[in-house]
């Protein structure tokens, strides 16, 4: 098995480190990560300025650009074949409800979604472990299964691990995400010269975090793993807004009207 590893926690992260070693007994590692930390990238891409790939001693690639830019080059002429399977992290630091909006994680494992085998973002909860041996483990675990698990094509498998001890996962629960209320204020600086500047403030509470939550699975000891697809259409309202749409006139633009 062909695997490529990406992150945005850059190319030295121990997380991607630990993935590399672990899953390393189950595949051909690639790895193509960012050569410093893109947290909160999304799924931005570099269109201003050339990507340069850079090859480093341990045979790690390390890239002047975003997560999805890792994957998108890696997967599109970098490596010269397409490899089996995206794994994205180990992040440091949870990818729980709305998080995945704004995860480099999660956005470099769903820019894979259109390989035959589905991604993986793996995030650990806990921002101040030094020990990512068991998340990995996890991970080869749930890679080891993907063939029985039948998902479609374009899914993207969002796992979190809980902040215990690797003895007291109590196992493992499919869950769907939560949702956060709004985020907190923004924080305003004024620097020596008399500049103001703002830095983002911090996530918003858990409002929606009950069971079935990727949330309440966390809090409760097991690891969460939450199916993803980047197909974002909101199908149930899909037909009452094309009813009302229709009653908007286009006379007052000089259009005519089918």
Known sequence: MEILLSNDDGVSSPGLHAHAKVLAEIGNIHVVAPDGDCSGYSHALTL??????????????????TPADCVHIALNGLLGF????????INIGANLGDDVLYSGTVAAAMEGRFLA???????????????FSAAAKVTRLLIESLSRFKLPSHTVLNVNIPPVAPE?????????????????DVVKIEDP???????????????DAGPGTDFYAIREGYVSITPLKADMSYYSELDKLADKVKEISLNGLGMSEA
Do not use: C
Not at 48 to 65: A, C, D, H, Q, Y
Not at 193 to 207: A, D, N, P
């Open 193 to 207: 010269r008399g500049q103001t500047h703002y830095w983002i403030g911090g996530v918003g509470e858990e409002m």
């Open 168 to 184: 007291q996962i109590k196992g493992m629960v499919v869950t769907r995400l939560g949702h956060r209320g709004p985020a907190k």
């Open 82 to 89: 397409t490899p089996d399977l995206v794994v994205s992290g």
């Open 117 to 131: 085998t589905p991604s993986l973002a793996v995030s650990m909860v806990d921002k101040q472990t030094e020990d």
């Open 48 to 65: 201003e300025k050339p990507l340069r790939p850079k090859t480093l001693s341990n045979g790690f690639i390390s890239l002047n650009g």
